[in-house]
């Protein structure tokens, strides 16, 4: 019967089949999205009525973000208005007005940024060490690859934050806190990325120092790192990148930089200067990212 | 990356090489210099400190005390947070996605304007907008979900813009050739071929995300963080280590069901891994 079926016929019939099936799944997989999402937003008292009754708040709490009251009895006025835009200090809706206080804040942003090239250092230089030993192909003993492989595992899974608000016990309210809880984080994430760049290293080098009597260390030292610094190094800037955004958020929990000068300006809800604050971090984060990109470029272009 | 070596490298000039040797001097006293700016020597003081929370992190011993039901439900709300602000966020994403897309949307002042508004969203580190919604929507997870959707939003959105940019033309011309509207050729023309990036991007956001959204509590901004918080201010270390396990479990599995989805969706290697 089938073999006497014209050809379109049965193209017609398969056709049907598979997209009935197709139909099948996407409404399954739709189905449980919905009741995935129902499930969490009951769990999470997630319901039209708190997000409409919510949206008029929000609106105006970013209102408030960019106004300012010019004096006690006054009314409040945007942040800024062109007539005053480059008045002084003291002339309100002018930039100076808003920023009036870019010395204290510039000062801690440097602080954050030395905080950031000081953990990735660090981390880089410890994710270096141990991805060597963390690379199956080129360790041969096995329990020192599981041990090394967990213990980065362990210092990437354990919120930065969270790290970070434990060590401001041991080490004190500051930015060294800060720091290291960074540091060992960048050391978890590099040391993993190192470690599979190791394991699609060329190997053929490192033959050839075994070959004359080099050491372990002497092949690695000249057999892979030659071949594996322009990447490692790329890696390193991206995570730079991210360590910035870090540490403006670190300092949360009082371990220095940029985010504990913002977390007090919340709490004592000083909107201008909360926005003020807000737009330095993009600004710094945005300039940061482009510029690293840059130098990712030419590495890599180095590297071609 | 192994280029053969034909000869050996030239041996460097003696100006060049005491200018190695500046700039690395000048590398190394600014790296000492930013070690006393930190107060590294507080590492030797704050040690034995460190090592007496670990030992009390290690006393399991009251463990049948522990508010267990409190602690697994903050976990559960912690997922479902991540889990909704993803949902929303991609929900968003991806009309935005198609409005910052060079292919879709031509007006370069209209894509310029989107692709900032992405930059801006994402420029703010989640954390920083839970801060800011806790104020605005007051204490809960509703904050925690309104700052993942906002931050996520931006990124989702300028990395379906991208996926938009770069899909194959002739798709899309052999819908338009059918006489197909507008909207007809976004959707089969566009949509399947972004689709898998689509998934794979959403399913690598939960991830994340709620490996994020364990720290929001400390802000206020609901789930877990709240009660890791609590029990690190009254210094109960061994339920902290407790929360730090579970968090742990938690994005281990949501890690393995999402790579499983992921290659049972798409098939073959993840796009980004």
């Known amino acids: ?304 | 990356m192994s280029a053969s070596v034909a000869h050996l490298p030239r041996r460097p000039t003696p100006t060049r090489r005491a200018m190695q040797w500046a700039f690395g001097l000048g590398a190394l006293a600014y790296f000492v210099y930013l070690l006393w700016l930190f107060d590294f020597d507080r590492i030797f003081t704050g040690l034995p400190k460190l090592w007496v929370i670990v030992r009390l992190m290690i006393d399991w011993s009251q463990f049948a005390e522990w508010d267990h039901k409190e602690l697994l439900r903050s976990m559960v709300e912690t997922v479902a947070m991540a889990f909704l602000g993803t949902f929303l966020a991609t929900l968003f994403a991806l009309p935005l996605g198609f409005l910052g897309a060079r292919n879709i949307v031509p007006n370069r002042v209209f894509r310029f304007l989107t692709r900032r508004i992405f930059d801006g969203c994402r420029g703010l580190d989640q954390f920083i907008w839970a801060l800011v919604f806790v104020r605005a929507v007051g204490l809960g997870p509703i904050a925690g979900i309104l700052a993942i959707m906002v931050a996520e939003t931006g990124v989702l959105a300028k990395l379906f813009a991208e996926a938009i940019e770069n899909i194959d033309t002739r798709q899309v011309d052999g819908i338009r050739s059918t006489g197909a509207s507008r909207i007809a050729e976004l959707r089969y023309g566009v949509l399947p071929q972004i689709l898998p990036v689509l998934i794979s991007q959403a399913l690598y956001s939960i991830e994340s995300n709620s490996r994020e959204a364990t720290i929001l509590g400390l802000v206020g901004a609901g789930g877990i963080g709240l009660r890791l918080s609590e029990r690190i201010q009254i210094n109960a270390w061994d339920q902290v280590a407790y929360v730090i396990v579970l968090i742990l479990i938690t994005v281990a599995s949501i890690d393995s069901v999402s790579r499983w989805l992921r290659l049972r969706l798409i098939g073959g290697p993840a796009a980004r891994n």
């Open chain 1, 1 to 304: 019967m089938t073999s006497a079926d014209p050809a379109w016929q049965l193209f017609e019939r398969r056709f049907g089949a598979l997209r009935r099936a197709r139909r099948t799944e996407s409404t399954l997989i739709f189905v449980i999205l919905v009741l995935l999402f129902v499930v969490s937003a009951v769990w999470t008292d997630f319901s039209p009525g708190k997000i409409l009754e919510g949206v008029p708040r929000i609106g105006e709490y970013f209102g408030k973000l960019f106004s300012i009251q010019p004096s006690e009895s006054a009314p409040p006025v945007a942040v800024l208005a062109w007539p005053h835009l480059f008045g002084g200090v003291k002339e309100p809706q002018s930039i100076a007005y808003w920023f009036y206080r870019f010395n204290v804040y510039a000062a801690l942003l440097w602080q954050t940024i030395q905080m950031a090239i000081l953990a990735t250092v660090l981390g880089y230089s410890a994710a270096f060490v141990l991805a060597f030993p963390a690379a199956r192909t080129l360790t041969a003993n096995r329990y020192v690859v599981f041990i090394s492989r967990r213990l980065l595992e362990f210092m990437r899974t354990i919120p930065q934050v969270v790290l970070a608000f434990i060590l401001v016990w041991p080490f004190g309210i500051g930015p060294l806190a800060g720091v290291l809880a960074i540091a060992i984080h960048t050391t978890g994430s590099l040391g993993k990325l190192f470690s599979e760049l190791n394991e699609n290293a060329d190997l053929r080098p490192v033959e050839g120092v075994r070959s004359v009597g080099g050491s372990w260390l002497a092949q690695m030292r000249y057999g892979i790192v030659p071949q594996m610094l322009p990447g490692f190094l790329s890696y390193g800037l991206l995570r730079f990148e991210i360590n910035v955004r870090s540490s403006t958020i670190i300092g949360f929990v009082g371990a220095g930089g940029i985010g504990q000068e913002l977390k007090r300006v919340i709490g004592f809800n000083i909107y201008e200067e909360v926005s003020a604050i807000c737009i330095l971090i993009l600004l710094i984060v945005v300039a940061i990212d482009l510029l690293s990109e840059r130098v990712r470029h030419r590495l890599i272009g180095a590297m071609a």
